[in-house]
């Protein structure tokens, strides 16, 4: 294991052990925290995500943990975000009517009336632009999804994956250092271990940059 700091972000919202499982097969030992000045001291983070928009939210700041993932977002230090961790980067999430985070500008939206929810299994994800955390994937491949809710950004120039569920929606989301996802890759084989692999590798170049 290298001496990289690999914050998982732990707001009582996550899979968490599946997340730090994944990021030790790509070579790192991570540390699960909800303390905000550990989170600031890491090279690079990880925003897990399972549940309620609104109910991870008032965790997220009743942990005081909203203001430093937006200040360690803009640090430039390596971010991926993951499922319910891709929505709360939005300015807002229609579940509950709750303002979000506000790094991405956008809404979170519930998936069309008239769709099985939530949206579980194998989808495939369209790829739509490069980013050395999705480096070596296929342009269209199959990573596993559990939601009912899905990001939908205002620019889309940073809509770096679509998925056709009922409609066509934002699977993944690409702005400078950040990288969110919908599907999750701890669930989706080797490719989805593939990202991992690629942020651990991306850190570890932007530690040695700094």
Same mark, same amino acid.
């Given at each position: 294991?290298?001496?990289?700091?690999?914050? +998982?972000?732990?707001?009582?919202?996550?899979?968490?052990?599946?997340?730090?499982?994944?990021?030790?097969?790509?070579?790192?030992?991570?540390?699960?925290?909800?303390?905000?000045?550990?989170?600031?001291?890491?090279?690079?983070?990880?925003?897990?995500?399972?549940?309620?928009?609104?109910?991870?939210?008032?965790?997220?700041?009743?942990?005081?943990?909203?203001?430093?993932?937006?200040?360690?977002?803009?640090?430039?230090?390596?971010?991926?975000?993951?499922?319910?961790?891709?929505?709360?980067?939005?300015?807002?999430?229609?579940?509950?009517?709750?303002?979000?985070?506000?790094? +991405?500008?956008?809404?979170?939206?519930?998936?069309?009336?008239?769709?099985?929810?939530?949206?579980?299994?194998?989808?495939?994800?369209?790829?739509?632009?490069?980013?050395?955390?999705?480096?070596?994937?296929?342009?269209?491949?199959?990573?596993?999804?559990?939601?009912?809710?899905?990001?939908?950004?205002?620019?889309?120039?940073?809509?770096?994956? +679509?998925?056709?569920?009922?409609?066509?929606?934002?699977?993944?989301?690409?702005?400078?250092?950040? +990288?969110?996802?919908?599907?999750?890759?701890?669930?989706?084989?080797?490719?989805?271990?593939?990202?991992?692999?690629?942020?651990?590798?991306?850190?570890?170049?932007?530690?040695?940059?700094?």
């Amino acid at each position: 294991m290298s001496g990289l700091k690999v914050a +998982v972000v732990d707001y009582e919202s996550g899979n968490l052990r599946s997340v730090a499982r994944a990021l030790e097969m790509a070579g790192v030992e991570p540390e699960v925290t909800g303390d905000p000045a550990t989170l600031m001291q890491a090279d690079a983070a990880v925003l897990p995500g399972v549940g309620a928009g609104d109910a991870a939210m008032g965790a997220l700041l009743r942990r005081g943990l909203d203001g430093p993932i937006a200040e360690f977002v803009a640090s430039g230090k390596p971010f991926l975000g993951i499922c319910l961790g891709l929505q709360l980067l939005m300015d807002s999430t229609d579940e509950g009517n709750t303002r979000c985070l506000g790094i +991405v500008h956008g809404t979170t939206r519930k998936l069309p009336a008239g769709l099985k929810v939530p949206h579980m299994g194998w989808n495939r994800v369209a790829l739509k632009v490069s980013h050395p955390i999705l480096e070596g994937l296929p342009r269209d491949q199959y990573f596993y999804f559990v939601h009912s809710y899905y990001a939908q950004p205002e620019d889309e120039g940073v809509v770096a994956g +679509v998925t056709e569920y009922g409609i066509p929606f934002c699977s993944a989301v690409v702005k400078d250092n950040l +990288v969110a996802t919908q599907f999750h890759p701890e669930k989706s084989g080797a490719l989805g271990l593939r990202i991992y692999e690629n942020f651990v590798r991306y850190a570890r170049l932007a530690a040695a940059r700094r």
